[in-house]
């Protein structure tokens, strides 16, 4: 992400949303192999999001909803 950092949402945002607040993604990123890691009562669990689908395929069911305390990790690519 562009900015990456903490945010605070005041509304109900998706995946898709929150990283345009954080000024999108950079020319190094690697959108598929972006995931959202969320604190769950047992534990934390790592829910992958395959950016591609959703913003070139136009599968916005696919932006999940993000919840407090959730931390969207888009990592770099090396190609």
């Not at 020319?27 to 959703?54: F, H, L, Q, S, Y």
Request: hydrophobic share 40%.
């Amino acid at each position: 992400m562009s900015r990456p950092g903490a945010y605070q949402l005041v509304k109900e945002t998706n995946v898709l949303e929150a990283i345009a607040i954080a000024g999108g993604f950079t020319p190094k990123a690697a959108p598929g192999r972006t995931r959202v890691i969320r604190k769950t009562a047992p534990g934390t669990e790592n829910i992958p999001v395959d950016m591609t689908d959703i913003i070139k395929r136009g599968m916005r069911e696919k932006a999940i909803k993000i919840v407090e305390h959730d931390v969207i990790v888009v990592p770099e690519s090396f190609f």
